[in-house]
């Protein structure tokens, strides 16, 4: 039985930093392209940082680039996110996921990040 576990949400101030953390059982990173992924208080979806399996690339979205960085520790089946100079259109429940980029077969519950003063 797979199961992610995203942790480390909560509310922070404007220009503040989280990191959040994603750990993993019945899979192995190392076997999948890992990804966070968030959704807005409307429903939409933005796949914010993937980190690929073959060269440990990372790629982010524009509304995050300079600002998050994702890195993932093999050895010990987790994900980091580590969020700086957070703004207010962060807010969102984030999730960690494994798949091949283009398919996340695996997600995890997702956390809260609320940005508010």
């Known amino acids: 039985d797979v199961q992610l576990q995203a942790s480390g949400g909560g509310l922070v101030q404007p220009g503040g930093s989280l990191r959040l953390s994603c750990t993993a059982s019945?899979?192995?990173?190392?076997?999948?392209?890992l990804g966070w992924i968030r959704q807005f208080p409307g429903k939409e979806l933005e796949v914010v940082a993937c980190?690929?399996?073959?060269?440990?690339?990372?790629f982010y979205s524009d509304s995050v680039k300079g600002r998050f960085t994702a890195s993932r520790d093999d050895a010990k089946n987790t994900l980091y996110l580590q969020m700086n100079s957070l703004k207010p259109e962060d807010t969102a429940v984030y999730y960690c996921a494994a798949g091949d980029s283009t398919v996340w077969s695996y997600w995890g519950q997702g956390t809260q990040v609320t940005v508010s003063s």
């Open positions: 019945g899979l192995r990173f190392e076997d999948f392209d």
């Open positions: 980190t690929q399996k073959r060269n440990r690339n990372t």
